[in-house]
């Protein structure tokens, strides 16, 4: 099946600077990213949807010039937090579909990046 | 607007089947997804289903009814490690999942 990669896994960090989060889908073009975010005993909420070569299109709530979002080819999708602050401490998944007809739009889910602020 | 409508929680016996039940209001639909997520982990696909009726999967089955806007996963002979959270996901008419909570699954021995 479709693997997708996330990097780091986990990192910690100290309020106020920025951490940069990669996606990579391993072994099919992803044509469209998406980066969610999800506290404890929630829901996984949509931050932002991104396609290759275009501007990520963000969730209401969501400050794109906290969350930077670059797609910049079909196998790669980065999110930066910057300025982080201990509330933005979070799991953030990410996950990639490879087209928009039938089964070929599932997504396939990264193993997620658990972001802990300082 | 868009819902997703689950059980918070359920539990169940080792060796028993369990039936979890969605139902969902969408802008549109394009199939419905059926995803496991254990704790501190991201979600794992298990089911799709865009047509009525029933789709099996080994210990897992799930049921579609469009008219109704409703959905159960089927989890059959269950097994400790099915403790997990079950997130039904219906894709609205921009290929949108459109997530819930979920159902917590507690297996007991």
């Known amino acids: 099946g479709a693997v997708v990669s996330q990097h780091p896994s986990w990192v910690i960090c100290k309020s106020g600077t920025s951490v940069k989060i990669e996606c990579r889908s391993l072994d099919f073009q992803a044509t469209t990213m998406f980066w969610y975010r999800q506290f404890p005993k929630q829901s996984l909420m949509l931050m932002a949807t991104s396609n290759e070569g275009s501007k990520a299109t963000y969730e209401q709530g969501v400050e794109k010039d906290k969350f930077l979002i670059n797609h910049a080819s079909l196998t790669l999708s980065t999110l930066t937090v910057t300025s982080a602050h201990p509330e933005d401490s979070s799991f953030y998944i990410c996950?990639?579909?490879?087209?928009?007809?039938?089964?070929?739009?599932?997504?396939?889910f990264g193993p997620g990046t658990r972001l802990t602020v300082t | 607007g868009q819902n997703i409508d689950q059980p918070t929680e359920m539990t169940a016996t080792e060796g028993a089947i369990v039936q979890i039940n969605c139902t969902y209001q969408?802008?549109?639909?394009?199939?419905l997804f059926w995803y496991q997520q254990h704790a501190g982990e991201a979600p794992t696909f298990l089911s799709y289903?865009?047509l009525d009726g029933l789709e099996e999967k080994g210990r897992f089955s799930s049921f579609l009814s469009r008219s109704k806007g409703y959905s159960y996963l089927l989890l059959k002979e269950l097994q400790m490690k099915d403790s997990a959270s079950y997130l039904c996901?219906?894709?609205?008419?921009?290929?949108?999942?459109?997530w819930g909570a979920g159902t917590k699954l507690i297996i007991k021995p």
């Open positions: 289903n865009v």
């Open positions: 996950s990639a579909r490879g087209g928009t007809s039938g089964f070929s739009y599932e997504q396939y």
């Open positions: 996901a219906p894709s609205d008419s921009n290929y949108q999942l459109i």
């Open positions: 969408t802008s549109g639909f394009n199939g």
